[in-house]
């Protein structure tokens, strides 16, 4: 066992969620049975078990899982680095049983309805789910959309309520930081241009009111005092 990799049926759970490798090249490398590994991808093995990346605890490298996955017939060859440093492990994508899988269009519908603040990358991360496959149910090309009907992922077992809070919450904090501030009420400010332009004359005034300079100016005696 001194050529297989730590923990082989958490690896083998991230090598069925994230890699196309046949349920025999997996088999293969993690020192399990091929019927074992379809038992872990169908959620009758190792259910609960959460996914161990072998690249990030140098077991595999990314250029060894793309030659495997380029060819069937390929085996794959655990890495032996001089010094394996433990690195802390990153959550993958949720993996969920073959029984719940049908459901996540369900889960996928009613978030976007009753959240649509949430982003797609979070349903992704929070159901465990593709962005293609939620653009589908969106826009209604999934191909089942004539069956999909909204439920609460919480009562399908596909997340848990803790989970969906915080990522309503996130969210909803996000979308606040976006939204433009509101404007001020009351009366707004008039432009400039309104200010300072020239009241315009009402057709009709009174001008009755206004002297008439050159009348004023004729009534004046002449420049030389009046005498003859």
Known sequence: MADRPLMPIATAVWLIDNTSLTFDQIADFCGLHMLQVKG????????????????????????????????????????????????????????????????RPDAIAWVVRNHPEISDAQ???????????????????????SNIQP?????????????????????????????????????ALKPVEETTAPEAEEPGADRSGEIDLSKVFADLPDGDGGND
Not at 124 to 142: A, E, F, N, P, Y
């Open 151 to 187: 439920q609460d992922p919480v009562g399908l077992g596909l997340c848990t309520q803790v989970d969906l809070d915080t990522v309503v919450r996130k969210a909803a904090a996000k979308r606040a930081r976006m939204e433009p501030p509101p404007a001020p009420e009351g009366d």
């Open 123 to 145: 349903i992704s991360k929070l159901l465990g789910t593709t962005k293609t496959t939620i653009q589908s149910v969106r826009d209604r090309t999934h191909w089942n959309s």
């Open 40 to 103: 872990i991808a169908d959620g009758d093995v190792g259910a609960g078990v959460r996914g161990i990346d072998p690249i990030t605890t140098h077991q595999l490298t990314r250029e060894e899982i793309e030659n495997a996955q380029a060819d069937e017939s390929y085996r794959l060859k655990l890495s032996r680095p001089k010094t394996i440093v433990a690195e802390k492990t990153k959550k993958g994508p949720r993996y969920t049983p073959v029984s719940k899988r049908q459901n």
